[in-house]
């Protein structure tokens, strides 16, 4: 079953513009998501993260907000460029005990185009 | 080294053979996992290590999937007898210990023919 749901597989979206893409969740249990970006033949790469107890994280032009009693988070790119065309995870880390440690619960991931 | 290392990049094997992918982690990084990534789906996680000890492996499939890490460093993820539905992307990621932020590898692609 698919804890975390990214339920847009893809967006496009023009330079200069907000991107904004969204997640939900559904076990209560994560403490901690995170946003990774992934390029063609790479693996991803950590873009940015918030705890449960915070709504909003900003870092730059990306900023990731939570909704806990929505569970559902979501990324915004201000303003969007060319170079943030990839592959976008949202991920999910249950608290403290879990035998896994910091284990990451994917999404399916959304695939951005910006275009010039 | 300077990022976390996988071999070999591409893995064509025959069905019934034996396979081992390799992670070299980020030096210092005492966390390790598998993840598992499915086309058009999201890395699934497989097993983790801290340190040299398998503390969870409850993601791995099948008692066809094993996974050490002898030294607490390079770790080795063997699938026994290949399937063809154990074809796809294996990624490896560690992290510094009790720091959520995970590198990844490039992962190893698996093809079972």
């Known amino acids: 079953d698919q804890q975390v749901k990214q339920n847009s597989p893809s967006l496009s979206v023009q330079e200069g513009r907000i991107s904004i893409l969204n997640c939900d969740y559904t076990?209560?249990?994560?403490?901690?998501f995170l946003w990774y970006k992934k390029y063609p033949a790479e693996g991803p790469t950590f873009l940015i993260s918030?705890?449960?107890?915070?709504d909003k994280n900003e870092d730059g032009r990306f900023t990731v907000f939570l909704n806990k009693s929505a569970k559902h988070l979501s990324l915004h790119i201000v303003p969007s460029q060319p170079g943030d065309s990839a592959v976008y995870f949202c991920?999910?880390?249950?608290?403290?005990?879990?035998?896994?440690?910091?284990?990451?619960?994917f999404g399916k991931g959304t695939s951005l185009l910006v275009t010039p | 080294g300077a990022g976390v290392s996988q071999s070999p990049r591409y893995k064509v094997t025959k069905r019934g053979q034996d396979v081992a992918l390799r992670c070299d982690p980020i030096?210092?990084?005492?966390?390790l996992y598998w993840y598992r990534q499915a086309l058009g789906q999201g890395p699934e996680f497989l097993t983790y290590?801290?340190?040299?000890?398998?503390?969870?492996k409850s993601g791995l499939p099948n008692d066809r999937f094993s996974a050490e890490r002898p030294e607490g460093s390079i770790s080795t993820l063997t699938i026994q007898r290949t399937e063809q539905r154990d074809s796809a992307m294996y990624r490896c990621?560690?992290?510094?210990?009790?720091?959520?932020?995970?590198?990844f590898g490039q992962g190893t692609r698996l093809t079972v023919v």
């Open positions: 990621a560690s992290s510094r210990e009790g720091n959520t932020e995970a590198f």
């Open positions: 918030i705890s449960s107890i915070k």
């Open positions: 991920a999910a880390i249950l608290g403290e005990g879990s035998n896994s440690g910091y284990a990451l619960n």
């Open positions: 030096s210092g990084h005492v966390s």
């Open positions: 290590f801290n340190y040299e000890a398998q503390q969870d």
């Open positions: 076990n209560s249990m994560f403490d901690y």
